[in-house]
């Protein structure tokens, strides 16, 4: 819980007395203190964000502007933000016209949409391209914290992986709680290193503190790993793929969401289905073999399944895939497919952990033996056309491929929250797209600002 965005909302609708004393309580749900010690502790949160809202009475307008933030009125999970899903990607795709206004130079920035970041080493340097990605833990892994961090780790590295780099060092940022476990730290960071281990790729450097320090209460652990990777060819982004293509997918087994998925379902022995490294195997013996300079594209079948990739693809690029479902289905872990038909959840709008490779015939044919030798099944799924359209091909017909509102429900609570468009997505799309623009014309201002002082 934050103390302080609770108390910045009770103090616009209650009185301050009232507002303190459920903080009391709540303080004290947490926290093995006294009544007087929990009182105390209240009334300091309110002081502080009294202080801040002081704000509003000040008469330098500009000096408001550089503390507020420009508001949309929407709501992260109104919005289906981390959702991997159609609000998740506009969300994105904003974050990437913001990234793109500060017209600093990268060979490959988030406006690809794709997984990792390129930028080519200084000149002088050989031909170096540097990649580096980041990806946070699964939220709902904060009480299984080995298999978050062996997750984590595993997804930063495939990020790298998918963009034709070598991955060759992990960066890891860890947030405990207040009244968190110390020795979480502990196990995360294992199971980080068991993935370095296993790669023989160094966790380098990192950083440890507390979610919201003082004032959050409870034992929310939440984290992040990146890795830095680098190559001697351009990026295999998403964007070179042509038409005519082969479409080749590694078996996936899953990750974070696949374990999720069997943890709080019971389904306990699907979890050892997904602890393996096959994505970065596979990844490697391609490197290994010299055939990333002919490969078009790469990806990993993670952001809302299959049909996220599928539209992203699409989006970048202005092409159409055609996909065969029966041989998609051949591609996923029997086991992790039958819990997921178990349990009522699309395999293809979900994260299966899949490594697809975009290639000409012949380039494909190479790929499919050599990924085979590393231990690791590949098969065809799909070519790419020029139709503009992800298409599904099945004994019942064609259909659009078209990802949904939210990744498909993998927990109860997903399910109850449903994955549908709401009716005035439209409306947020345009409240949300305007408070993105402000932020870069604040973001303007204030370079201005500074760079005329300097």
């Not at 108390?7 to 203190?33: N, P, Y």
């Not at 298999?147 to 070598?166: I, P, T, Y």
């Not at 594209?297 to 539209?311: E, F, I, K």
Request: proline content about 4%; overall charge negative.
């Amino acid at each position: 819980m934050d103390m302080e965005g609770f108390a910045r909302r009770a103090l616009a609708e209650s009185d301050e007395k009232a507002v303190q004393k459920s903080l009391q309580e709540k303080i004290l749900e947490f926290k093995d203190i006294s009544s007087e010690q929990a009182g105390q502790m209240a009334k300091a949160v309110l002081d502080e964000v009294k202080y801040t809202l002081k704000i509003e009475d000040h008469p330098d307008e500009s000096l408001k502007d550089l503390i507020n933030y420009p508001k949309s009125g929407v709501g992260m999970g109104e919005m289906g933000v981390g959702s991997r899903g159609a609000g998740d990607f506009f969300v994105h795709r904003q974050i990437a016209e913001i990234v793109k206004s500060s017209h600093t130079d990268a060979f490959i920035n988030p406006t690809a949409q794709d997984d990792g970041g390129v930028v080519k080493a200084p000149a002088g340097a050989d031909e170096v391209y540097i990649t580096t990605a980041v990806d946070g833990i699964h939220s709902r892994l904060s009480e299984y914290p080995f298999l978050g961090g062996f997750h984590v780790a595993r997804a930063s590295m495939r990020d790298v992986c998918v963009m034709g780099s070598q991955p060759v060092a992990l960066l890891s940022d860890l947030h405990l709680a207040d009244d968190g476990e110390v020795a979480k730290l502990f196990d995360y960071t294992a199971g980080v290193c068991a993935v370095s281990e296993l790669t023989g790729v160094p966790l380098v450097a990192g950083s440890t503190l507390r979610v919201g320090g003082d004032m959050v209460l409870g034992d929310r652990l939440v984290s992040a790993v990146g890795s830095v990777g680098i190559s001697p060819y351009p990026p295999t982004a998403r964007k070179r793929a042509e038409a005519g293509d082969v479409i080749l997918l590694t078996e996936g087994s899953g990750g974070g969401t696949i374990t999720t998925t069997a943890l709080y379902h019971g389904l306990f022995d699907v979890v050892w289905e997904t602890m393996d490294i096959s994505f970065i195997q596979a990844s490697e013996a391609i490197l290994q073999a010299g055939l990333l300079p002919k490969v078009h594209a790469m990806t990993d079948v993670t952001n809302g399944g299959l049909r996220g990739d599928a539209h992203e693809i699409s989006q970048t690029t202005g092409l159409g895939m055609a996909l065969w479902e029966d041989d998609i289905r051949q591609q996923i872990n029997p086991k992790v497919l039958g819990m997921l038909e178990s349990l009522d959840i699309d395999p293809l709008g979900v994260s299966v952990d899949s490594l697809m490779i975009i290639a000409t015939e012949d380039v494909a044919s190479e790929v499919e033996k050599v990924v085979s030798n590393s231990g690791v099944k590949i098969g065809r799924i799909g070519e790419v056309d020029d139709t503009g359209i992800p298409r599904l091909i099945s004994d019942y017909g064609e259909t659009e491929l078209k990802p949904l509102f939210r990744e498909a429900a993998y927990t109860k609570i997903k399910k109850f929250v449903g994955d549908v468009h709401p009716e005035d997505f439209e409306e947020m799309k345009q409240k949300v797209e305007k408070a993105a623009q402000e932020a870069i014309t604040k973001k303007d201002q204030i370079v201005a600002r500074i760079k005329k002082n300097d």
